[in-house]
């Protein structure tokens, strides 16, 4: 587990610190983001690599900024992808596989092509070709524990090992009894080369990942087998890499990537790079390009729209209505992931708590009308929560404020509008269809709900307390569905009987919403009867 922490809700707002402080030589952080560019910036005329994902995969992804690799790299909260791990889908429908530790050598390639000078569709085209000829298969012994939990998001069965794990916490797809280092390197040999793509030359960047708990000593035992396996089924390793390169925190496991090559990719395979984390051959910086500074530490300066003071009015609802949803996300945090961990990675609960916290707080110190204090609570959301669905909260609560503006008046009819559009933005985002099991097969039966109430002249409030009964039902009735999207569609199965956690959580905060639009509509009514009496003549 892990030990060393303060508060476990800016644990990766702390681990960007630590890093920045001890790799000034390699990364400047980005002020007011989580993430970090190359020292000096970016390479003027060079196209820029960027990547990232959630925190707790060290070395990837900020301990591969630098010359050869990443120009830069953004983290989300723990845990927040490339299309490798063969057992998370058919190779049919291989476009829905997850990544797991190929990520690391699709990346290499990628980022080798830019610092040779490739343009934007040369490295696409790069990385594309390097994802599509990778293929990865990974075993976990014991699941990994978020900073601040108690106990791990999945435990392995004592005497038993866990295959097709995913690197975020998920748990494996099938189980089997231990078995000796040989046999466990012919499973994953022989997994991975079952996908072997006809008229690949034989050669190919073999990269054995330890996961953050499994020793070296244990990946050099392994190997050694994996080497003999491979070898005798003609495969040619070029570089091979055995270690810790991207990591789960504390997870038990390790995985095997297997990347083809050809003439051009083998060339960026081994091409060298010099960055915290990984380095090979001697790397500089080529001379056809200059360094551009950013200017660290620079902030920007903050400019607020101007407001009317109908729209500032409603800006100090929506504040209340933040400060809502972060209160019931964190009395049910718990339960969140408690429900998220029966097929996914178990954080929803602890990413929803992070991200309405920051929400709450950038609402709180925002200052002017209600797109304004939505947009900054969104802002929020998005950064701290990692995930998707930090990403999912962050755009539907700034699609709503840029519905409300900054100088209209909040009618219902506005209200229900900007939810209505902000969901439908959403939806074409995410690319999920009605019944994948999402938050939205019970966000957009709130919103059908909330704008039949309003059409037909019911008070919002009224209005979105029916809404939001029905969304509160359509949550749970998406407990028979099987995931067809996300973290969870590899154990799709194991998730029927329990409903989706996106859907929950979007049930419990409508709901909490709603008790605050109703306050506000009690406060108005009452101060419009106060009104109305100090008018009468005495």
């Not at 972060?326 to 998220?340: F, M, P």
Request: charged share 20%; proline share 4%.
């Amino acid at each position: 587990m892990t030990h060393i922490y303060n508060d476990p809700a800016e644990f990766p707002s702390d681990v960007i610190m630590g890093f920045a402080a001890a790799y000034p030589q390699y990364v400047q952080r980005v002020e007011d983001a989580s993430g970090f560019v190359r020292a000096g910036g970016p390479l003027e005329g060079k196209v820029s690599l960027v990547i990232g994902g959630g925190s707790g995969h060290y070395p990837s992804y900020n301990g591969v900024v630098g010359t050869g690799f990443a120009d830069g790299a953004v983290l989300g909260g723990v845990f927040a992808y490339v299309t490798d791990d063969v057992a998370s889908a058919s190779p049919q429908e291989q476009e829905k596989r997850r990544g797991i530790a190929g990520t690391f050598t699709v990346y290499k390639m990628a980022a080798a092509a830019a610092e040779d000078g490739a343009n934007l569709d040369a490295v696409e085209r790069i990385m594309r070709a390097a994802n599509g000829a990778t293929y990865s298969f990974g075993v976990a012994f014991h699941g990994c524990t978020l900073p601040g939990a108690d106990k791990p998001l999945f435990t392995v069965a004592e005497g038993h090992m866990d295959f097709g794990l995913g690197i975020h916490g998920e748990p494996g797809i099938t189980s089997a009894p231990w078995m000796s280092a040989k046999d466990l390197a012919g499973k994953l040999v022989e997994t991975v080369l079952a996908e072997r793509p006809e008229g690949v030359s034989g050669r190919a960047a073999v990269l054995l990942n330890g996961l953050g708990a499994t020793k070296y000593e244990e990946l050099f035992v392994l190997y050694g087998h994996v080497n003999e396996l491979l070898d005798a089924a003609g495969v040619v390793q070029v570089a091979p890499e055995v270690g810790e390169l991207v990591t789960s925190l504390d997870m038990a496991g390790c995985s095997l990537s297997v990347t083809w090559l050809d003439e051009e990719l083998e060339g960026y395979w081994l091409a060298p790079a010099d960055t915290p984390a990984f380095r090979r051959g001697n790397a500089v910086v080529s001379e056809r390009f200059t360094t551009r500074r950013t200017g660290a530490g620079h902030v920007a300066e903050k400019v607020t729209a101007e407001a009317s003071e109908a729209s500032i009015a409603a800006a100090m609802v929506a504040r209340k209505a933040v400060d809502a949803i972060y209160a019931v996300v964190e009395e049910n945090k718990d339960y969140l992931g408690q429900i998220d961990a029966i097929a996914g990675d178990g954080d929803h609960g602890i990413g929803m708590s992070r991200g309405s916290k920051a929400a709450a707080e950038a609402a709180n110190e925002a200052e002017g009308g209600v797109e304004t204090v939505l947009s900054d609570a969104g802002h929020a959301f998005g950064d701290k929560a990692g995930g998707t669905s930090g990403i999912l909260w962050g755009l539907l609560l700034e699609g709503v404020g840029k519905g409300l503006g900054n100088t209209e008046a909040v009618t219902s009819e506005r209200l229900a509008g900007a939810v209505q559009s902000s969901a439908q933005h959403l939806k074409a985002f995410s690319k999920a269809e009605l019944g994948d099991k999402t938050m939205l097969d019970a966000l957009f039966p709130f919103v059908d709900t909330l704008v039949g109430q309003v059409d037909a002249g019911v008070s919002i409030s009224e209005a979105w307390r029916s809404a939001a009964e029905a969304c509160r039902t359509a949550a749970e009735a998406t407990a028979s569905l099987v995931p067809k999207i996300g973290r969870a569609r590899p154990l799709a199965e194991r998730s029927v009987g329990t409903p989706d956690p996106g859907a929950v959580s979007l049930g419990l905060i409508v709901t909490a919403i709603g008790d605050v639009l109703g306050e506000a509509e009690a406060d108005t009514s009452a101060a419009r009867d106060s009104m109305d009496k100090e008018g009468q003549p005495t």
